[in-house]
Nanobody, 127 residues
Framework: QVQLVESGGGSVQAGGSQRLSCAAS????????MGWFRQAPGKEREGVAV???????IYADSVKDRFTISKDNAKNTLLLQMNSLKPEDTAMYYC?????????????????????WGQGIQVTVSS
C-alpha cells in the first residue's frame, strides 16, 4: 500500500525559508514521478514542482528560483526547500506520486494522473 506523509509545514514570516518533507513507502520509490502541489483558500489546486525518476524537474513559474525539489532516495523522502517565501505561497501543500514517467506536458502536470497523495500540510506565510 502506497503511503505519503508530509511534514515540516507551519508558519513563517515573508522572506523566510521552510523545508517540506514527504516520506514515501509501499512502492519502488526511485522509479516514480514525485511532486508537490498546493491549494490556497478559494483557489484550485496547482502544481508547484515535480521530479521525474531520471531527475528531470518542472517548476511553476511562480516558484522558480525560490523553491527546490529534491529526493533522498536512501530515505525514500521527497523534499521541497522553499526560500524567499511570500504571503501568496500560503496554502495547503500536498505530496503526490505517479508510477513511471511524470504525467506532464508542456510544463503542465495532470493532477488526475497522480494516483497517490499525502494528506497535506499547511504552510502559512505572514507579511
Amino acid at each position: 500500500q502506497v503511503q505519503l506523509v508530509e511534514s515540516g509545514g507551519g508558519s513563517v514570516q515573508a522572506g523566510g525559508s521552510q523545508r517540506l518533507s514527504c516520506a514515501a513507502s509501499g512502492y519502488t520509490y526511485s522509479s516514480y514521478c514525485m511532486g508537490w502541489f498546493r491549494q490556497a483558500p478559494g483557489k484550485e489546486r496547482e502544481g508547484v514542482a515535480v521530479m521525474d525518476s531520471d531527475g528531470t524537474t518542472i517548476y511553476a513559474d511562480s516558484v522558480k528560483d525560490r523553491f527546490t525539489i529534491s529526493k533522498d532516495n536512501a530515505k525514500n523522502t521527497l523534499l521541497l526547500q522553499m526560500n524567499s517565501l511570500k504571503p501568496e505561497d500560503t496554502a495547503m501543500y500536498y505530496c503526490a506520486a505517479a508510477p513511471l514517467a511524470c504525467p506532464c506536458s508542456g510544463g503542465y502536470c495532470y493532477q488526475n494522473d497522480f494516483p497517490y497523495w499525502g494528506q497535506g500540510i499547511q504552510v502559512t506565510v505572514s507579511s
